[in-house]
């Protein structure tokens, strides 16, 4: 499976983005596709996941009620919609796939597939 994302950026405090993830490949090994994101000088952390087949969405708790994780109709390509963003969610976020039955939990060790990431600056 390939990931590719696109669509960071700048944008002020307050500002929306919607970067896309694009996944080919083998893509029917996929069970969940989520997003994670990495400060400098901090951990990488988990942001959203989604059950690519049966819709299930597990937000992380910085972010509930500001993100969410549409996916197109092919299943395909999984958005992260970010709005109301705040400067302290400035970071790389990085697109990933799982074949794990805990992909809920949004730990990076059960995400086999990552993709280049895409910067996010919010001043």
């Known amino acids: 499976v390939q990931l590719v994302e696109s669509g960071g950026g700048s944008v002020k405090a307050g500002g929306s983005l919607r970067p896309p993830c694009a996944a080919s490949g083998n893509t029917a090994s996929r069970y969940c596709m989520g997003w994670f994101r990495q400060a400098p000088g901090k951990e990488r952390e988990g942001v959203a996941g989604i059950h690519t087949g049966g819709g299930s969405i597990i937000y992380a708790d910085s972010v509930k009620g500001r993100f969410a994780i549409p996916q197109d109709n092919a299943k395909s390509t999984v958005h992260l919609q970010m709005n109301s963003l705040k400067p302290e969610d400035t970071a790389m976020y990085i697109c990933?796939?799982?074949?794990?039955?805990?992909?809920?939990?949004?730990?990076?060790?059960?995400?086999?597939?990552w993709g280049q990431g895409t910067q996010v600056t919010v001043s």
């Open positions: 990933a796939a799982s074949r794990s039955g805990r992909w809920y939990l949004l730990d990076d060790a059960d995400f086999g597939f």
